[in-house]
Structures are given as C-alpha cells and as structure tokens.
C-alpha cells in the first residue's frame, strides 16, 4: 500500500508543529487508500550537514545519514508539515531535506503551513526546494494562521474550510503517489477550477442576496472599476455597497456569467467573460438586463485566491457618447 509520511518541520520544546502533525495525521488515518507515518526530526537527530560529498551522489558517510535515507526511502509521498521561521522554514528542516537526494527525488509532497498570516513564505519556499529536489509538489495547500486557527495562539482548531483543504491535499499526495503525476490534475487546471468555484460562489451569493457571502470573495483593499460611476470604488465595504444598491433594485435577481476564461499563475490570476443581471424589480416588473464585459483579478492570500481588482464595462458608441447595451455575447 501506499506510504506517505507526515513530517514535522520543527524541534522546539513547545512547538505547534506536533498538534498539527496530528491533526493531519488523525484525518489522514480515517483514509483507506494509503498508510500514513509521522516523522519527528527529533527521532532523528542530525548534525549540522556533515558528509562530505553532496547528497546527490548518494555517498553517504555516516551511520546517522543512512539511518535518515532509509527512513525517507520507506515513503512514497509526504506531507511536510511548516512553521514560518524569519520568513521562511526552519533551519533544521532545511538541514534535513539538504543530507539526501534520490530519496526525494519523483515523490509527491504537499504543504501545511502555520505563522501569524497561515505560514505562506515558508510553505512558498518549501515548494520552490521541493522542485528544485525533482519532487512533484501538488497545488493544494493548507495554510493555518496563528491568530484564528489556534485557541489563545495556542491550541489548534482549524475551521472548516481547513479540514476540507487538507483532504483536498490527502487527494492529490495519495493519487500522484499512487499512481504518478498524470492522475492528478495539472497545477494550471486546478487553478482554473478554483477561480472557476470563486466565481460560481459569487453567482450564488448574489443570487441568494448574501452579503456576507459575497464579502469573503473579495480581499478588503479590492479596487473595483465597477459599471456605476465614481471612476473607482475603493475598499470591501464600497465594493458591497454596490451589491447591496443591486439587492434593493431588484426583487429577485438572477445573475449569470458566460465565457468565463480563467488565466492562473503562481499567486496571480485574471479571468474575463460575460456578465448579465436579470429578475424581478422591486415594483414587480421582470427584467431581462444588458450583457456586460467583466474581468476578475486575483491574488492568493493566506492560501485563497480573493479578488482585489475588478473591471465591468459596456461598449461605447464614441459618436454619441453612449453605452451600448443591447449587445449578446
Ligand atoms: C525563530 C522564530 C522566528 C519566527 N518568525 C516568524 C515569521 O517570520 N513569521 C511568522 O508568521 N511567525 C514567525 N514566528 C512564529 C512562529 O510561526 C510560531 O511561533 C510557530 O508556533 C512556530 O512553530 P513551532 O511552534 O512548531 O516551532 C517565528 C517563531 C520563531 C521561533
């Protein structure tokens, strides 16, 4: 059966690193499709990096290099568990990955990193190693932030949305592990699907008149160039005016994106299409609304993509000076 370990990237007396080992552990076990190990650097207790020659030859020197390769060699896949240290991850996790090479090299391995914004340096450095080690890294991440998702900084109650994001990871180390890199889907695709999910969770919010819902969509600096004037509207709360204005408009509102083509980098993203809402106004009388054109910016933030720029415009006729609004996509 598959093997994946779940290593703990700190040592010190007192680290967090453990709980959230565990919790990923604990969640993991209820699995059927792989068996999954923690591993204490503290079990293995490596000098600064001693061997003379680089890991990459695969001479090893000393009993306590071969004791660590064997360990990591047992593994198919792993999940590294991070704290962010000085913006980045520990040194001794650092030092640990630096003694081998061929024992990382084609293995799968995801992220779940902790610190005061969800660890994101440290997890962004990790990756940028693991590739650089051959390591297929997949896409989903779990970033947990000391502030919200530990009582009293303390002990750990990640929200829900984390336990889904850590089986989302589960998925993806299991499957590339299982069965190699072309089971799971590409980072471009899983990107795609995300913004893809964004923007269906804004239709539902604003079909649903969520506010609230709507405000999570959004980072809290969002500049929007929305369709009614002033030239910008600056911040969360201008951006949910606009919303709200539109819920008083209409009764019941219908709110539909066609031509939707998301376009993902590491942690940007842009996606453009069409735009039209439709319903009952508020006096009764059914509206079939203009098509607009809509363009969505993203940035990820602490693990989530959330959009911090948008633009919905409609054609000007120059002539007259007028917006054109009759246009189908
Ligand atoms: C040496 C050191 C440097 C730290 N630097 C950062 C940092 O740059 N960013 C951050 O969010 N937290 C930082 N922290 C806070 C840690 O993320 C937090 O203490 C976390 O619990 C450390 O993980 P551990 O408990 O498993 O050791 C730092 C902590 C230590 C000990």
Request: with cysteine; glycine share 8%.
């Amino acid at each position: 059966m598959t093997r994946i370990g779940i290593l703990i990237g700190s040592t010190r007396p007192g680290r967090k690193g453990e709980q959230v080992a565990q919790w990923v552990h604990e969640r993991a076990a209820r699995r059927g499709d792989a068996e999954f190990e923690v591993i204490d650097l503290l079990d293995h207790p490596l000098p600064h990096l001693d061997e003379p020659l680089p890991a990459l030859t695969g001479q090893y020197q000393h009993g306590h290099t071969r004791a660590w390769a064997d360990t990591i060699a047992r593994f198919d896949g792993f999940v590294m568990v991070t704290p962010e240290y000085n913006a980045s991850i520990p040194g001794v996790l650092k030092n640990a990955i630096d003694y081998l090479s061929a024992e990382w090299t084609h293995k799968a391995v995801g992220f779940v990193s902790y610190g005061a914004r969800g660890g994101a340096r440290a997890a962004r450095q990790l990756r940028a190693l693991c590739e650089l080690l051959r390591m297929s890294a997949v896409t989903p991440q779990v970033s947990l932030s000391l502030h919200t998702d530990f009582e009293n900084q303390a002990t750990l109650k990640p929200g829900a949305r984390h336990v889904s994001a850590l089986d989302t990871l589960l998925d993806h180390v299991v499957a590339q592990s299982t069965e190699g890199p072309a089971a799971t889907p590409t980072q471009r695709e899983t990107g795609e699907a995300a913004i893809r999910r964004h923007v269906d969770g804004i239709i539902d919010a604003v079909q649903a008149k969520d506010l609230e819902g709507l405000r999570r969509r959004y980072s809290t600096d969002v500049v929007s160039f929305d369709i009614d004037p002033p030239l910008q509207h600056v911040g969360i709360d201008a951006k949910l005016k606009n919303w709200a204005n539109v819920f008083t408009f209409f009764q019941e509102v219908t709110y539909e994106v066609r031509d939707l083509m998301p376009t993902v980098g590491e942690d940007v993203a842009f996606a453009h299409g069409f735009g039209r809402l439709s319903g009952t106004l508020s006096d009764g009388r059914a509206v079939g609304g203009m098509w607009v054109r809509v363009t969505f910016c993203f940035r990820e933030i602490d693990g989530e993509w959330l959009i911090t720029h948008d633009q919905v415009s409609v054609p000007l006729d120059i002539l007259s000076g007028k917006g054109v609004v009759d246009l189908e996509p």
